[in-house]
């Protein structure tokens, strides 16, 4: 079992940044898969961000070069690095673990005012 908290969403002006983590507990994530996923209002939930086991990455093109996925093996924490965000990126983020089944944390809410 693996639980995920995620925290850091709020409110930011477009162009500000927001950095979002994902602290895990009950077992040590360093090996897995990892991922950010979005999901705005009305709209089906989305992976924007993703870390494989081996540390590659990748990225929606809608994030591409202004988000940036990254983890903390000693705080066994993942990061999402928000920059130029958009009105478009307002939504709950969640941190989703793969390990033979999907862990999902709670969600944080990100609003971007133009």
């Known amino acids: 079992q693996v639980q995920l908290v995620e925290s850091g969403g709020g409110l930011v002006q477009a162009g500000g940044s927001l950095r979002l983590s994902c602290a895990a507990s009950?077992?040590?994530?360093?090996?897995?898969?990892m991922g950010w996923y979005r999901q705005a209002p009305g709209k089906q939930r989305e992976l924007v961000a993703y870390?494989?086991?081996?540390?590659?990455?990748n990225y929606a093109d809608s994030v591409k070069g202004r988000f940036t996925i990254s983890r903390d093996n000693a705080k066994n924490t993942v990061y999402l690095q928000m920059d130029s965000l958009k009105p478009e990126d307002t939504a709950v983020y969640y941190c989703?673990?793969?390990?033979?089944?999907?862990?999902w944390g709670q969600g944080t809410q990100v609003t971007v005012s133009s």
């Open positions: 989703a673990a793969f390990l033979g089944r999907n862990y």
């Open positions: 009950g077992r040590m994530i360093s090996r897995n898969a």
């Open positions: 870390m494989s086991s081996g540390g590659s990455t």
